[in-house]
């Protein structure tokens, strides 16, 4: 088993910054992927990011260019830097990690964002 705790989450007015934070731990052999995805209400589970374990990232169009993910290996924890937030960003965060080994993804628990106008 896998656990994932965020972190970082809260309030911000629009045009402002958060950065969230998510460490993995227990069995982590042969995870890589990791990811931060989102869910506003009303509205399915999205993503918003993913990083390889080699650096290689992948980004939602409507982040590209104010969402930064990235991560240290050697700590287990994956980062989302987001910048110029505006209310469409508003939602539940959510942290991944994949193992193909066992052919499931995990999740955290989720951290709320609010950006107020």
């Known amino acids: 088993q896998v656990q994932l705790v965020e972190s970082g989450g809260g309030l911000v007015q629009a045009g402002g910054s958060l950065r969230l934070s998510c460490a993995a731990s227990?069995?982590?052999?042969?995870?890589?992927?990791m990811g931060w995805y989102r869910q506003a209400p009303g509205k399915q589970r999205g993503l918003v990011a993913t990083?390889?374990?080699?650096?290689?990232?992948n980004y939602a169009d409507s982040v590209k260019g104010r969402f930064t993910i990235s991560r240290d290996n050697a700590k287990n924890t994956v980062y989302l830097q987001m910048n110029s937030l505006n209310p469409e960003d508003t939602a539940v965060y959510y942290c991944?990690?994949?193992?193909?080994?066992?052919?499931?993804?995990?999740w955290g628990q989720g951290t709320q964002v609010t950006v107020s106008s």
């Open positions: 990083i390889t374990t080699g650096g290689s990232t």
């Open positions: 991944s990690i994949d193992s193909p080994l066992l052919r499931r993804r995990y």
């Open positions: 227990g069995s982590m052999f042969s995870t890589n992927t």
